[in-house]
């Protein structure tokens, strides 16, 4: 059976399942109706395999041929203190048997070891994590450039441009992608807020603004609320929106985060742990 065919029959579903929320008053996330377009071509299912067999999915975001970013806790478990057996990549999947672009094997990850040494909220300002292809995907050449800016011209930026972010969430029909877009409310030197509408799935998906009519790639969507008895608001049947004045949050892209991506991507430094799948 061909691995295209293994993803589209045996997925079961998402496990990332304290990381979104819809804020209301409503549901404002569009499905994807072209993943072949740029830059939503670039948009990654990515599907893992933690040793027992389910195939769970998440987001992330080719920056290269061969080089895909997406969330830290998506691919490092500290309950198992480990990483998935297998992952696998699908580029612009747009349901459940359509992958455009093909899917591609994991060859190597890489995790701050920050991330795996924190506890609690603290690992917030390192969830991110680098996927090295072990088979670059030939069929795209374009990708969304990775920015940094300073905090006044974050200011300026946050006026006037709002951030979208864009992944596969489960609560909608499998493998289908997608988006929102919302003005940032808030950025730190490691965190954006926002209320951007997320839910399972969309860990690890980018968060990306048009900036003179071209896009950036600012930053890794990660984490998002939860209500009084621990459910996600919105994503499950009998849970309500999440009320005005709550955010959804993901990693803000700085020097020293573009820094331990390029040591990961040169297999350098020793702040990204190396991880090889077989």
Not at 12 to 22: K, M
Not at 167 to 178: E, F, L, M
Not at 252 to 268: G, K, M, P, S, Y
Request: some cysteine.
């Amino acid at each position: 059976m061909r691995m295209s065919q293994i993803i589209s029959n045996e997925f079961e579903f998402f496990d990332d399942d304290s990381d979104y929320a819809v804020i209301g008053p409503h549901d404002n996330r569009i499905h994807t109706a072209d993943t072949r377009r740029f830059p939503y071509n670039t948009v990654c299912h990515l599907v893992r395999d933690f040793g027992d067999g389910r195939w769970l999915g998440a987001s992330g975001i080719l920056i290269s041929p061969n080089v895909l970013l997406t969330a830290a806790h998506c691919l490092y478990k500290h309950r198992l203190g480990r990483g998935p057996m297998k992952i696998y990549v699908i580029p612009g999947r747009s349901n459940r048997d359509a992958m455009p672009f093909g899917s591609f094997k994991v060859d190597q990850f890489y995790v701050p070891v920050s991330y795996i040494n924190s506890k609690g909220i603290l690992r917030r300002r390192y969830d991110y994590g680098i996927v090295l292809l072990k088979q670059p995907v030939r069929k795209l050449t374009q990708y969304i450039p990775v920015r940094t800016y300073t905090r006044t011209q974050w200011r300026q930026i946050a006026k006037k441009t709002p951030v979208t972010i864009c992944g596969y969430p489960s609560d909608k029909p499998v493998g289908t992608q997608w988006h929102h877009h919302e003005y940032l409310r808030k950025a730190t030197p490691t965190r954006f807020f926002y209320t951007v509408d997320t839910c399972p799935g969309h860990s690890g998906s980018p968060i990306w603004m048009k900036l003179d009519s071209k896009v950036v790639l600012a930053g890794i969507h990660t984490t998002g609320i939860i209500d009084e008895n621990g459910r996600p608001y919105g994503c499950n049947k009998g849970t309500i929106l999440a009320p005005p004045g709550m955010f959804n949050s993901g990693i803000r892209f700085n020097t020293q985060v573009l820094t331990n991506i390029q040591h990961a991507i040169r297999d350098q430094g020793n702040t990204m742990k190396r991880f090889d799948l077989h």
